[in-house]
C-alpha cells in the first residue's frame, strides 16, 4: 500500500508518556528504523504535561518496557540507532503562552528548518482540541502542498456522534481534510487486510459471499486481561465505544463491502462508508431484544483469582459500565438482507482471540442419512489474532469402511506458510501515514456513520430499560449471550485452534 517516499521527516507524539506511546508507538518507530524503512535523519518528538529532560523519558521508558525491550530485538536494535535522535519536550497546553513557547522550543529542537511533521494525538478525548491548538500553527505556516503537515488522531474519535462532530468540527478549522488521518489499529493488522485479499485476490468467494449461501457471520472479540490501569478511561467509555464503534465495525465493513473500485483510498473509504450506512438502526424498543450488555463478576484467569470489575480500583462502586457486549445486527442491502451478523465484545473472557466465523448455510438435501457423523454447514473461520489463519470446515469421508461423514478443516495459517515474522498494525499504519497513505485510515463520515449505529443502543442501555448482566471473570461471557442466538437457531461457533 505505500511506497517508499518519505515525506515527514519527524513526528510528535502527544501523549508521550503514556501507555500507547510507550508500549506501541515507540517500539513500532524503532522497528521501522529498523528495517531502514525511516527517513535516515527522521527525528521522534515526544511530549508530556512534565518537566522533564530527555534523559529521565528514555530511563522512564526503558525501565516501563524492559521485558518488551529484551525479548524484542527489532526493537532494541532499532532503539540503539534511535536513540540520540528521540527528545522529549513539554507540551502543556494549560499554561499561558504554551503556544508560541511549545513552537520556538521544537524548532529550536529541530535538525533542519521546517520539516514536514507528523503530529500523533494519543490524548485523551476531553483535551484533544487544547492539544490541536497547541499544533493549529505549524499547519498555518506550512504552504508545501506537496508535504504537508498531518495530524493522527488516536480513538476514541468522541464519545457519540456529537462529541465527535465537535472534535471533527475542530480539526477542520487547523487541518484540511488530507491532512487528517484518524486511526483504527485494527485496520493495520496483517489478517484484517488479508481479508480484502481474500475476498477480491481470488474468484471462488465472491459467488457465495451473500445471503443465498451465508447463513449468519459472526464477529468476536474476547480478552483475558482486565481493564489494567485504564478505570479512569474505561469506566467513562465501556467495551461498546472501545471496541465495538471502530473495531468490530470495521471488520464488519472487510467482510460485508461491495468490492471497491481500487485498494485506493477514496474507493475503499467509499465502499465501507455505504456499508455503515446501511447498518439498521434500533428503535428504543429494539434494544433490549438484540443486544446484551453484562460486568464481569470475580471470577479466575489462567487458574488465578481476579476481581470482579465493580471491586476494580477506580471504578465507580455503581457503575453501569458494560465489560461485554453482544449484538444482532443487520446490513440491510441486496447482498446481505436477512442475515443477522453477531458481535460479541468482552474483557476479562476465558481466551484471548479475535476472530470472524462465516456459517454458511445447509444443504438443501442429503443424500448421506444413513450415515454416522453429522453434516455440518460449511464454515470459513477467519483468525485475526492470536495464530492468524484461516480454516474452511468442509464435511468429508473419514478413510475406512464405516459410512461416516464428519467435517475436516482446510487450514493457511500465517505462521507456517510465511513464518513468524508480522509486523504490528501500528508499524504498518505509522508508515502509511508518515507517507501520507491514508487507504488504511477512516474517513469521518465512517465514524460518523458509526456512532449513527451505537448511540440509540447505550441511549436505551442509560434510559435504563436493559438489564445489567453479569459472568464470571475467566468464562464465555454471560449466558443471555447464548439465548439471544438461539432465539434465532444460532450458536456461537467459536474456533477450536
Ligand atoms: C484498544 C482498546 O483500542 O484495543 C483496548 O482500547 C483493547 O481496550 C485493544 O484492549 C485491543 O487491541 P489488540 O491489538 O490488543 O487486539
Known sequence: MSGRFFCAASIVIFGGTGDLASRKLIPALCRLHDAELLAHDFHIFVTGRADLSTEAFIEHLMQREAILFKKDKRFANGFAGLRSRIRYLRANPALPGEPEDFKNRLLAAEPMAAPARLFYLAVPPDSMKSFIRLIKPFSEENTDSRCPERILVEKPFGQNLKTAK????????????????????????????????????????????????????????????????????????????????????????????????????????????????????????????????????????????????LEENGVR??????????????????????????????????????????NFKPLPHSIFKDFTGKIEPNRLYIRIQPNEGIILKVNSKPPGMNLQVSDVGLKFSYESEFGDYRPDAYERLLLDALNGDSALFLSNSEIEESWKFIDPIIEAWQSDNQPMHTYKAGSNGPEEANKLLARHGHRWRPSII
Request: net charge negative.
Open 317 to 358: 462502586p455503581e457503575s453501569k459500565t458494560e465489560t461485554y457486549a453482544a449484538c444482532r445486527v443487520f446490513v440491510d442491502n441486496w447482498r446481505w438482507g436477512g442475515v443477522p451478523f453477531y458481535l460479541q465484545a468482552g474483557k476479562r473472557l476465558e481466551r484471548n482471540v479475535t476472530e470472524i466465523v462465516i
Open 166 to 309: 465537535e472534535l471533527n468540527q475542530s480539526l477542520l478549522e487547523a487541518f484540511t481534510e488530507n491532512q487528517i488521518l484518524r486511526i483504527d489499529h485494527y485496520l493495520g493488522k496483517e489478517a484484517v487486510q488479508n481479508i480484502l485479499f481474500m475476498r477480491f485476490a481470488n474468484t471462488f468467494f465472491e459467488p457465495v459471499w451473500n445471503n443465498h449461501y451465508i447463513d449468519n457471520v459472526q464477529i468476536s472479540f474476547s480478552e483475558n486481561i482486565g481493564i489494567g490501569g485504564r478505570a479512569g478511561y474505561f469506566d467513562q467509555t465501556g467495551i461498546l465505544r472501545d471496541v465495538v464503534q471502530n473495531h468490530l465495525l470495521q471488520v464488519l465493513c472487510m467482510v460485508a463491502m461491495e468490492s471497491p473500485l481500487s485498494h485506493l483510498p477514496g474507493d475503499l473509504h467509499l465502499e465501507k462508508n455505504k456499508v455503515l450506512k446501511a447498518l439498521r438502526r434500533y428503535q428504543p424498543e429494539e434494544v433490549a431484544s438484540e443486544t446484551i450488555r453484562a460486568q464481569y463478576s470475580a471470577g479466575e484467569v489462567d487458574s488465578n483469582p481476579v476481581l470482579g470489575y
